[in-house]
């Protein structure tokens, strides 16, 4: 799964950055330092560490890190929330607007007719020549033992 964020307004808007959740435990910063994923230099009401996005074992949270301004998502007042597509945070009163966006990839159908993706068997080889008569296995060995090899002849 991966987390899109993009910047809505203000002199950043159309940033994006992105966070893939194969990242279980890492962290990315927002405010406006320039340690930031997205530094918001330019909005005074963001904090220099506003909030971090933190990935868990069941998708990506917003934390806020104790902000001047508070961090909102979907104009709620939050310390910590589970994020979902379409959200909407912001950073601060009138501050920045962060649109949400989770993708996740396309499940595996496991109803899939698995025959149906096997290739069908060659087709049979075809009928031996009528010339060539057929091999036989009733021989005798002992008597091919014995037998002398055929004597040369002149041409």
């Not at 060659?122 to 005798?140: A, C, G, H, V």
Request: charged share 15%.
């Amino acid at each position: 799964m991966q987390l899109r964020l993009i910047v809505l307004n203000g002199a950043q808007a159309g940033r994006q950055c992105q966070f893939d959740s194969q990242w279980i435990g890492q962290w990315l910063l927002l405010g406006r330092s320039r340690e930031s994923a997205l530094p918001l230099t330019d909005a005074p009401m963001v904090s220099v560490r506003h909030a971090v996005l933190r990935v868990e074992d069941d998708g990506f949270y917003l934390i806020d890190q104790q902000s001047t301004n508070g961090t909102y998502v979907n104009t709620q007042l939050v310390q910590r929330v589970k994020l979902r597509h379409d959200d909407l945070i912001q950073l601060g009163t009138g501050g920045p607007q962060l649109s949400v966006e989770l993708e996740t990839p396309a499940p595996i159908n496991y109803d899939t007719n698995v025959d149906a993706l096997v290739p069908p068997p060659p087709p049979p080889p075809p009928p031996p020549s009528q010339s060539i008569p057929p091999m036989r296995y009733d021989t005798n060995v002992d008597a091919l033992r014995n037998a002398s090899p055929p004597k040369p002849v002149s041409v």
